[in-house]
């Protein structure tokens, strides 16, 4: 080999070296997205430390069985088009995610739910705020200390952190939950973090590191 | 080199011996060294080329990461892409190269390894070697492709998001889905690139105008005087037409011809001619058509113009292209050759305008003479020859002379996208292309300008010199071109009036004739006369007199003087006849004797010089006979014109009394002349040569003065006649020595004793008032019965 080409040798070699080791690390976040099979983009991302466990979304339906055989739950299930679900636990479990239990260490729920003709008509994006639970009738029982109006390109949406004891002797929990309305309002996007507000407390670093990098890109998907 | 061979570490070294060829053991890897026991060293491609692609393909898999999640940054891609299982793969095989070439460079550099390796791995050798390397190759190929392919389609699966196979089939159908975008591009591109071809397809139109059979009229009888090229040109029409005559025999259809000489000798003619002739279309190509605003569109004018001509060429069986001034198309050099020097010595023209600097001009010497001397003047006022085209600048410039060379020798290759690349892809030979016959003809008249790459067989094969018609030539030209006017003149007159025209041309016979017929109108008359072409002629090549008259007493001595030069003349040169003697003035000649030689001759001899000198020097021995000694400055040119032939003569052609001779050059270098050409000014001052010089204008004065002596009525005569006509034609001069009648004069009173006497008397009493200055001059003596007062017709 000529001399002159020793300094490219060591570069190349040095390059590939640092690729190496640098991909042998592992990330630090483990990255969510919604989008369908064959598509090079999708519309929902985000990302949950990487520590975190994710479920396969055959576990999650799964887990849903029980209490969505029939009626409401059924409907909105079958309308829902993608879900996912992350446990911060050492010992993770859906039943942290859908207990009725505040979990003690951080979960994760996300998903895309498309709405029914009929929903459609009084959907709106300040309305999503009683998503999950009716925050706004339900006065001094839930404590609000997050209620912001969030908008993403033209999809706008609600982020509501709230408070509440879901029956006595219970640990208070804590809902952080942002949702958007599609620009068709046709659809909803939900990313809900929940853990007890002492848990909550405690991770409100990594919970925020989530909640913000929830991002809705549905021009994209187009 | 014997030493090197016996010195060597091996017994017979050098070259192996050419049957035997390299011995490859299997044990050893190099080739070309079987003493070498590491192996031979990869190139750096081969190297690195396998790392390259796997860094590649994991790269293309960090930008599907980095594309598909907006949050992710390249470093997050990058890790994840290590956790997929493709991505470790990836890693894996990154690793197993990177091990190989460790190996690798291990084996080239320790001897000892790479032998163990050797020997370990002699048994495999030994099966794959019976495998034929063409097998063996084959193999290995498609097992690179299957290899290659498949992290291909597993790196597009991760990608598409699907199975690697179904991959490989999506990207079909992704690219088709991509389609409009992908055209919408070229569409983009295609305009931008569209707007530089139109403006130059534009610009690469016009200046070359065709003509189809039926256009063009003239024929080769309509070329006249130039039968000797003519005759030659009619030899490559035969070919033309009849190809195979030629082919047939192993030869070719000469596909070039040059036509080169003065302006107006009928090139341009000739070349219709040509046209007219074959019924083949006739392509005119304009001088000024690859002088371009634009680099470039002078080479795409010069390939737009092939591709017509091969069209042409195949449609109508042979096509003419014409480049009229060839010149105009440059010369990647430039240099002014003597053969373009001496061709310009050879024009009228150019010198003509020069003979200003004498007296009496250079006309009563010979050619040759008056060559040397206008040579002098050349060199002498740093006049150089303007070359056409130097450098290319003048030409078409910027590769178009380089383009029309390509495209003259390029006739002959296979054309065509679909023939050269389809064909060739398809794995059929191009075919040969079809037999363009294109005849190329240029004209200039300055052939030196031309690129001599241009004038090489195989592009001009032929150069014809069309020089000034000949004799015939002129005879038939003025009577065609009188035939066409109304005229009174016999065709005894026309033939003297071709012989006293040898450097006319069609177009000057043309112009003269019609000049006549000005002259007969301006007369009142609607019949053009001999005079007339004879006035016609004079006033062509000597152009308007100032209409200056001298006063009595300059007026006689210049009559004298040019009455000296042009009886020295009548008696003496046989080579020529005068043409015109005058007395009246133009700009700063005071009157001059032109001569025109009756025949163009090609050497002088020494005796001829002689009488070209003793020409010269009749002025003063005339002013000198005539005024008692004294003679005026209007000598001082013919005197240096005289040392000017005689220096020549002697330096360079060993007239003088020694046998040396130079040419220009030796004489440049020896100092005794400046500039490559022998100058007045450089004539030797003093010395052997300077002492012979003058000895030899002595010798010649002395002759001089004795024809003049023996010629003392003969000089009154023409005197008398100068001063009362001021212009003679040679047939009047000719008439007035003789005593005969010439066209207008009669010279009969010139026998007279008495007219003669009253000259003698007139001419003392010239020089009496000459030397006592306040008295008054005699006035001109008239004869009994007017001399030429009126006018005698030629008819």
Known sequence: MSRSRRPLVALVGAALGAALVSGCAAPVFRYAT????????????????????????????????PWATAGDPQLLLQATSWQEAYDSAPQPSLSHVFGRTAPDQPVVYASLRSLYTEEQPGATAAGLRDLLVPVSTLGKAVRVTTD??????????????FSYTSAPGQPEETIDQTAYLSDGTDAVYLLVVRCTTACYTAHRAEIDSVTSSYTIQEDRSG | ??????????????????????????????????????????????????????????????????SSNPLMGYSEAERTVAQTGLGQILLALVMIEALRQIHFMLAEHVAPYHQAWLRMFARTERMTGRYSAWTRFRIARVLKWVVGLTIVSMVLAAIFGTSPILALFQVPAWFIGQLPMILQLVIYLFIAVAQFGLIFWFLSRGGVDVYFPDDVKTRFDDVWGQDKVVERVRENIVFMENPEEIEAKGGYVPGGILLWGPPGTGKTLLAEAVAGETGKPYVFVDPGAFINMFMGVGVLKVKGLFRKLRKLSLRYGGVIVFFDEADTLGSRGGAVSQARRAELMGE????????????NGRHYVSTQAQHYLAAADLADRQLFVPTGGNGGGGGGGMGTLQALLTELSGLKKPRGFVNRVVRRTLGMRPKPPPKYRILVMMATNMPDALDPALLRPGRIDRIYRMGYPSKDGRVVTYKNYLDKVRHEVTDEQIDTLATISPYSTGATIKDSVNEALVIAIRDGRDAVRYSDLIKAKSLKEHGIPDGFNYVDRERHSLAIHEACHAVVMYRLQHQSVIDTATIERRGDIGG????????????????????????????????????????????????????????????????????????????????LMTGGVPLVEGVPFEGETATAIEAKLRELYDRTVEVLEANRREVLAVTHALEAHKTLSG?????????????????????????????????????????????????????????????????
């Open chain 2, 1 to 66: 080199m014997a030493d090197d061979m016996t010195s060597g570490p091996g017994a017979p070294t050098g070259l192996p011996e050419p049957e035997v060829g390299p011995v490859v053991s299997p044990l050893h890897g190099r080739r070309d060294n079987p003493d070498e026991l590491t192996r031979k060293p990869l190139v750096f491609w081969d190297r690195v080329k396998i790392l390259v692609f796997l860094v590649v393909a994991i790269n293309v898999l960090i930008w599907a990461e980095l």
């Open chain 2, 348 to 359: 009228r023209t150019p010198w003509d305008a020069l003979n200003g600097a004498t007296c």
């Open chain 1, 148 to 161: 912001d109006i969030l908008s993403q390109g033209r999809v706008d949406g609600v982020h509501v952190v």
């Open chain 1, 34 to 65: 919604e989008k369908p099979a064959g598509a090079l983009a999708g519309t929902v991302y985000f990302k949950v430390p990487y520590t975190w466990t994710a479920f396969p979304t055959g576990s999650i339906t799964t887990a849903q069985q």
């Open chain 2, 731 to 795: 047939e009047d001069v000719a008439a007035v020595i003789e005593g005969t009648r010439g066209p207008l004069v009669d010279g009969t009173g010139y026998l007279e004793t008495d007219f003669i006497a009253s000259l003698e008397d007139y001419h003392r009493q010239a020089v009496q008032a000459h030397k006592v200055v306040h008295e008054r001059p005699p006035s001109l003596p008239t004869h009994p019965e007017p001399l030429a007062a009126s006018r005698i017709t030629s008819s």
């Open chain 2, 592 to 671: 001059f004797v032109a001569p025109i030689p009756i025949e163009e001759r090609f050497v002088e001899w020494r005796s001829e010089i002689d009488v070209d000198v003793m020409t010269f020097l009749a002025s003063l021995a005339g002013e000198r006979l005539f005024y008692d000694g004294d003679h005026t400055q209007g000598v001082g040119g013919d005197m240096a014109s005289a040392t000017g032939i005689v220096t020549r003569a002697f330096l360079s052609h060993a007239m003088g009394p020694t046998l040396r001779a130079f040419n220009g050059g030796m004489l440049a270098r020896s100092g």
